[in-house]
């Protein structure tokens, strides 16, 4: 009788253990994920009056502004498929935006993924990926160009500046 006494006595401790931990658990809950914003209009102009002149890409969400890496690239890679993305363009500017996407709940795509263009610096913009929460887009260039990227809100916008020489 004595031993089993003793033989109970971890198993009561393990399960009063287990209990405070599965409680505090409970009790701790994730962080929310940020709001994923969607891409809903891809725009360019030219703005050869300006001093100094520029030609720009706009990039509209309907919700935050999402965070912006921008880079320029030898070669746009497709994300997820690693394969090159053909675009026009003597320079590549890699935009990354997250968390951000460009389709909608039914999976079709909210913004066209490629749109060429005649600008005096921007001959295209293609995307490069929307897949998790992160969006890519090159923007094919005659040549590389001095940048400004600025953000804008209501509506929330991504604002790409190339500077003309």
Not at 17 to 35: D, E, H, I, N, R
Not at 59 to 67: H, I
Not at 120 to 140: H, L, P, Q
Request: net charge positive; glycine share 8%; no cysteine.
């Amino acid at each position: 009788m004595n031993r089993l006494k003793w033989y109970w006595i971890p198993v009561v401790v393990l399960a009063f253990l287990l209990g405070s931990v599965l409680s505090a658990s409970s009790a701790t809950q994730a962080a929310p994920a940020p709001p994923v914003s969607t891409l809903v209009a891809i725009r360019a102009a030219s703005h050869a009056e300006a001093t100094p002149r520029y030609d720009r890409v706009v990039f509209e969400f309907s919700g935050p502004v999402p965070l912006i890496e921008a880079q320029y690239v030898k070669t746009l890679i497709g994300d997820g498929s690693g394969l090159p993305v053909a675009i026009t363009g003597n320079a590549i500017l890699h935009l990354v935006m997250r968390p951000a996407q460009a389709h909608n709940e039914q999976g079709q795509s909210t913004v066209p993924t490629r749109i060429k263009l005649g600008l005096r610096t921007i001959k295209e913009v293609a995307s490069s990926g929307d897949f998790e929460g992160v969006v890519g887009y090159g923007i094919g260039l005659t040549h590389k160009s001095e940048i400004r990227v600025i953000t804008l809100a209501r509506p929330s916008r991504v604002v790409v500046d190339f500077l003309n020489p």
